[in-house]
């Protein structure tokens, strides 16, 4: 599918979001193990979500979605799932296959999980390594690539330092320590999103978290819950650059998740000039929200590298594309795990940035983008890269002539309705 995106002066309105990906991840993996009903309100859209609830469908979990994007989950508790006939299919859900692998290497089956080609390439090694260490067995394809084949048992609990922050290896390891025989740690180099351990503790289960260190003990029982899902952040950002960039714009965000370890982008921007409002901060399932003012301002630039990547490893494309229209320019390092998301990241935002005419030099771990430069419609490769093709439809609300996003629908892995509620801001 391709959407043509023409230049606007202006921006104005409100825009509902779905709710948060991860978040939604979370909340039906963790309904699927409870005990009693789950019901899950403005449960997320994306495709990526609905890749989970099917892979927990195949295990005999049942499930109900309705039109108004409610989603009620049975409960099987923590041993009540079955083994699936079929291979899981993750989809190009890298969360769905990362983090429900923690709950596999519980089981007292053996399970097949893989995905499509883009995640078929995405390496596994940071979640096999501490579930292998906790006694799982694990067999990839070259050792590392999906399919992954999770033969479960009975885990021991370990102490994980992370390698590198990961809030999806994090998971997984405190997933699987619900089964584990003991208490389960894993300790972050740096504070990473804890929507896991407020979901945790929303079901029932004690989370001891201490500065950059949390700890689960195993065989605790789940209680089913009745929840709402906050305003996908992620989502938000792309509107944000939108109002943002666009002169003369006010754009107003609907109920947005400010977690403090996904809240990043929206501090990052404010320090450089942008014009953020928060409003009306209440809580959701123990998720902060608030609605999110927007205007149109200038961007300084600047250098984001170390422990703010974590923060903001989602929103680089959209960074990327406002580091064009900010003075200085921005320089991202320490990135280099944007190689192997939904496509390999880095080369993706520089190839199409070049199409557009603009200035940008390529590392391995990252990318500089010059500022005060004028942008020029093009055709975007979206390389089925929701987020690229999100960024870059921002790209052509200022550029100089129409731009045409190849290969839009990926968009809808995470927000299927992306391109008609930006249409609508334009008025």
């Known amino acids: 599918m391709k959407v043509t995106i023409r230049p606007s002066p202006r921006l104005s309105g409100r825009v509902q979001l779905p709710g948060d990906k991860s978040v939604s991840h979370r909340l039906a993996m963790l309904g699927a193990i409870a005990e009693g009903v789950t019901r899950i309100a403005n449960f997320a859209t994306s495709h990526d979500c609905h890749s989970t609830l099917a892979c927990l469908s195949l295990m005999s979990v049942p499930i109900a979605v309705e039109s108004n994007h409610q989603v009620t989950i049975q409960g099987r508790g923590l041993l009540g799932l079955k083994p699936s006939s079929e291979t899981l299919d993750a989809q190009n859900s890298g969360s769905t296959i990362r983090m429900l692998s923690g709950i596999l290497a519980g089981q007292k089956f053996a399970t097949r999980i893989s995905g499509d080609e883009s995640l078929q390439k995405r390496p596994m090694n940071r979640i096999m390594a501490p579930l292998t260490q906790m006694g799982a067995h694990i067999e990839a394809i070259q050792g590392n690539y999906p399919p992954l084949t999770i033969h479960g048992g009975r885990l021991r609990p370990i102490c994980y330092e992370l390698p590198v922050a990961s809030a999806q290896v994090k998971s997984a390891v405190l997933l699987a320590g619900l089964y584990a025989e003991g208490e389960t740690t894993v300790v972050e180099p740096v504070l990473t999103r804890n929507h896991t351990e407020l979901a945790l503790r929303g079901f029932g289960a004690e989370v001891k978290a201490d500065r950059n260190t949390v700890s689960v003990r195993g065989g ?208």
């Open 220 to 427: 605790q029982k789940l209680r089913g819950i009745e929840t709402t899902v906050p305003g996908d952040l992620s989502s938000a950002a792309f509107f944000i650059g939108a109002a943002t960039l666009a002169a003369g714009s006010e754009v107003i965000l609907e109920e947005v998740g400010l977690n403090p370890g996904r809240r990043g982008i929206v501090d990052l921007l404010a320090g450089m000039g942008a014009s953020i409002e928060i409003l009306d901060t209440r809580l959701h399932g123990g998720e902060p929200v608030a609605d999110l003012r927007v205007r149109t301002a200038g961007l300084r630039g600047g250098r984001i590298f170390g422990a703010q990547i974590p923060q903001v490893i989602d929103e680089i494309p959209i960074l990327a594309v406002m580091a064009t229209q900010s003075e200085e320019g921005i320089e991202i390092r320490d990135a280099g795990e944007l190689r192997v998301k939904e496509s390999d990241r880095i080369r993706s935002i520089v190839e199409n940035l070049r199409a557009m005419g603009a200035d940008v030099e390529e590392f391995e771990d990252g990318l500089a983008v010059a500022g005060r430069q004028r942008l020029q419609g093009t055709v975007i490769k979206t390389y089925n890269d929701h987020r690229i093709a999100m960024a870059f439809a921002v790209a052509g609300l200022v550029a100089r002539g129409d731009t045409v996003i190849e290969g839009a629908e990926c968009a809808a892995v995470s927000f299927p309705g992306f391109f008609e509620a930006l249409e609508k801001l334009k008025g």
